[in-house]
Structure formats: C-alpha cells, structure tokens
C-alpha cells in the first residue's frame, strides 16, 4: 500500500493516502465489530437467562397451587395444560401416578427423584415424554395425600427460551452489520478528510522547483500536528531559500573579483602582443605573475571557503599544535622584518582539528594585523577547562564598532582597505568565523584601547566531527 513515494511519473498521487485511509476505517471496523461481537454474546445470554427463569417460575408456581389444592383434601383433576402452561403429575411414595394432565397419562414419573419433606427435586428433561421434542425444565414438591406422602411434579416447555433467543439472534444479525456500516462509513469520510490538507500541502511541495523556493504551503490554523507540520515545511522553505539567496550571491561576488584579475591579465597581455617591440617582456611577465598570484590565492580562499561547511572526512581530523602554527607564521612576519611580532602570551596547547584550517584561520589574522599595525603584533594562546583561546591584537587603527560583525562577511571590506593591493578580497575573516564554526567555536573582535584585537575560542575537540 505505502512505499510508492517516488516522484516517478506513473506514481498515483492518492495512493498512500487512501492506504492510510483504508487501514484506519478497517482498524475503526474491527473494533467496532469486536464490540458488537461481545455485546451481542451477552445480550442472547441474557435473553436466555431471563425466559428460562420464566419458565421456572411458571413450572414452580403450578407445583405450589396443585400442592395447595391437594392440602384441600381432594385429589385435584388437572385440567388440559393448554398451550404454554406446564403440565402436572402427582405421583405416590412407590412410583404410582395418582393424577395428571391429560397431556401426560400413560407416562410414568416425570422425574425419577421422589420429593421429600427435606428437599424439593428438578432437572431439565431434553427427551420429555410430551410435546414435539422441545426441552421442558420439571420441579417435584412434597405434600400429603390421605395421610400418604406424595410428589408433585410440574414441567414448563423450554421452547419459548429458544425461540426468543433465536429471535434475539436474527435482530442482532441484522442490526450489527448496519452498525458496522455505519461505523465504517463514518471513519472513512473523517479520516479523508482529516488528511485533505495533507494531500495538499504534498501537492503544494511536489510543485515547488528549486527556481520557486519563495513558494510556501498552506498553512493551517491551530496548534495540531497537521498546522505544525505545515509550519515547519515552510520553515525549512524559508531556509532553503536563504541558503539559495546567499548561494547565487556567493557565486555572483566570487565571478566579479575572479573577473578584474583575469580583465588586467587579459589588457596587459593584448597591448603588450598589439605592440610586441615596445613591450618590456620583463615587466609584463613580472605584472602576469603578480596577478595570477592574486588568482591563486583568491582561488585558495574559495576551495577553503567550499570546504567549511560541508561534510567531511572524518581522517582529516587529526590533534594540531596551535602554538607551532604561531610560530611558523610569526616566523615569516618577521622575516619580512616590517613590523614586531610579541609572542610573550603563547602557552603550548593542542586541539583536535584540520591543521590545514586552522593554519588559515592562524595566517589571515596574522596577516591582517601585519597590514593594519603600526608597530607591533601581540599574539596570545591560552588554555582553559572549555577550550583554548587565541588572540591576535595589533596598535593599527582598530575596526570601528559597526563594522566588528560585518568584516567577518564574505566579501566584505571596510572602504579605504580597497586599495587593490593591500590584502585579499575579503574573504579572510570570513574563513576564520567558518572554521572556528565547523570545529564548534567562534571568533569576535574585543573591546580594546587601541588596535584591533580578534578573538578565536575553539573546544578541546570540535563537536563537528
Ligand atoms: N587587524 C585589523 N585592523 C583593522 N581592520 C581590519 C583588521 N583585520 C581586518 N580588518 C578589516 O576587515 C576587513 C575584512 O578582512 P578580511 O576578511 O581579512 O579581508 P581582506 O584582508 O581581504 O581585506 C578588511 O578589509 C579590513 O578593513
Ligand atoms: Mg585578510
């Protein structure tokens, strides 16, 4: 019935619903029909309790008035028993009948028990010697006869019990099955309708294309699980499209700062083949170089960038020495020899991580201090029990308080740092807040007197992996 989800073009759109429709009114039907069974068992038991008492009583009471009439003295003549009433027998101490209805004469006692002043006798006869077959419940009496004592027995006919209970049956038989219908019916048509909206909200989604994500389903008013379900699909339509926002913006910035080196590449190259005498082929080749350098390295950033957010192989995480990528970018600042690098604050700490990463995320801080400074480079690395912390502090002219959530966008650089040759094309803090994300930490600029001063606190061992 399920499992035919597919958005294969043969798929019948109605198929699992009415599955679960069908399953719902059966499961409805089968309890139903488990109630009826079970009252319809007690009522035919109750039927049959009660006209069997009936007959009881009749065949008790005939018993008592004949026991009255004998008291009288004479011996009462019983009349024709008639239709339903019970049939007497007065029998003597050795098994004499000295009276009976006329139904019975020529039969013996009814009962082979004699009643005694202890104790009255009764049974049920299923082969009595009167009437066509039907069962007969008898009672036997003591009394006196002419100073004798005497039973008196009185039988009522059982077929009244059977007929009503076959009665009862063929009411039951009738009214169950409709019930059943009715019950049927009734889950059916409120089961489809309370998945309706269901099977519009599946259309809804089925029609959305990746070019629509601005769509949203329905939604339902209410808290029930249908109004949520339907509130969380367009939540998760919201994200999509944030993420496919942010995706096409992504590749549309990347395009536009791929294009001005390739453009520059592109103009050198065509003037210096338009005008091969009186190009200087060492300075062209010297410009080539600086641009490709310039691909390369944006080129870099991007596969970085890429590489961050989606999943990854998990033995490339390995335990990384934070100090040592301190020092081996600290190592070439100073080899460039412009501004001081003070490393009085690096203490030995070690996290479990991508070393390639995280050497990224050591090289742009480094990097941008090194640009921005005035004169010295502070880096700090510190231990705590929740993790380790790096700073990176410089006295430049620090980031303005506006811009400390904004740099860390991709692409984004606060204007003036747009000189083409100072630095990236923005994509290095936004390296820094990714990675320090994907290893379960985060980054930020600090207050501090003067300078700038970029926080990274990373876990021991990044929940990411
Ligand atoms: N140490 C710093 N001092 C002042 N401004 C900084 C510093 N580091 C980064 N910034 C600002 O943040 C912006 C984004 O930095 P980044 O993402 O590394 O891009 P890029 O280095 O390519 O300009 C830079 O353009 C710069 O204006
Ligand atoms: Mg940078």
């Not at 791929?258 to 410009?287: F, I, N």
């Amino acid at each position: 019935m399920t499992g035919r989800t597919g958005g294969r073009p043969g798929w019948r759109p109605r198929g699992w619903l009415s599955g679960i429709r069908l399953r719902l009114t059966l499961l409805a039907v089968l309890v139903v029909g488990i109630g009826l069974v079970i009252a319809s068992v007690l009522v035919l038991l109750l039927v049959r309790h009660d006209l069997t008492g009936n007959a009881q009583t009749a065949a008790r009471q005939r018993a008592r008035d004949t026991v009255a009439e004998l008291g009288s003295g004479a011996l009462p003549r019983p009349p024709d028993a008639g239709e339903d009433s019970p049939v007497v027998q007065i029998v003597d101490r050795h098994g004499n009948v000295l009276a009976s209805s006329p139904e019975l004469r020529g039969h013996g006692p009814l009962l082979p028990q004699r009643a005694t002043d202890q104790h009255s006798v009764s049974a049920t006869l299923h082969k009595p010697p009167i009437g066509d077959g039907a069962a007969y419940w008898a009672v036997g009496l003591p009394a006196d006869h002419a100073g004798q004592p005497v039973s008196v027995y009185a039988a009522a006919s059982l077929e009244p019990v059977d007929e009503g209970v076959q009665a009862a049956l063929s009411a039951l038989l009738i009214a169950c099955p409709a019930l059943l219908l009715v019950g049927g019916g009734t889950a059916w048509l409120l089961v489809g309708r309370a998945l309706r909206p269901v099977e519009a909200m599946r259309r809804q989604v089925a029609e959305i294309t990746s070019s629509e994500l601005d769509r949203r389903v329905p939604e339902l008013p209410g808290t029930d699980e249908l109004g949520r379900l339907a509130r969380t699909m367009n939540a998760m339509l919201e994200r999509l499209q944030q993420a496919g926002e942010r995706q096409r913006q992504f590749v549309s910035d990347a395009s536009h700062e791929l294009r001005s080196p390739l453009a520059a590449l592109k103009a050198r190259t065509e003037v210096g083949l338009a005008h091969p005498a009186g190009t200087d082929w060492h300075v062209l080749a010297r410009d080539v170089h600086r641009e490709t350098d310039r691909l390369d390295r944006l080129v870099t950033e991007l596969l970085l960038l890429s590489g961050t957010g989606a999943p990854q192989d998990p033995r490339e995480v390995s335990e990384v020495d934070l100090d040592e990528l301190v020092l081996l970018e600290a190592a070439a600042i100073r080899a460039r020899g412009e501004v001081e690098v003070d490393l009085s604050g690096l203490s030995a700490v070690r996290v479990r991580g991508r070393a390639g990463q995280l050497r990224a995320v050591v090289r742009n801080l480094l990097d941008n201090a090194e640009r921005h400074t005035d004169s010295v480079v502070r880096v700090s690395l510190a231990a705590d029990e929740n993790g380790v912390e790096l700073v990176v502090a410089d006295d430049g002219p620090g980031v303005a308080s506006e811009y400390r959530e904004r740099v860390f966008d991709r692409f984004f650089r606060v204007q003036g740092a747009r000189d083409r040759d100072s630095g990236g094309v923005g994509l290095g803090l936004a390296i820094v807040r990714d990675v320090a994300a994907a290893h379960g930490g985060r980054a930020w600029i600090a207050d501090s007197p003067k300078g700038a001063e970029f926080h990274v606190r990373l876990p021991f061992s990044g929940q990411a992996y």
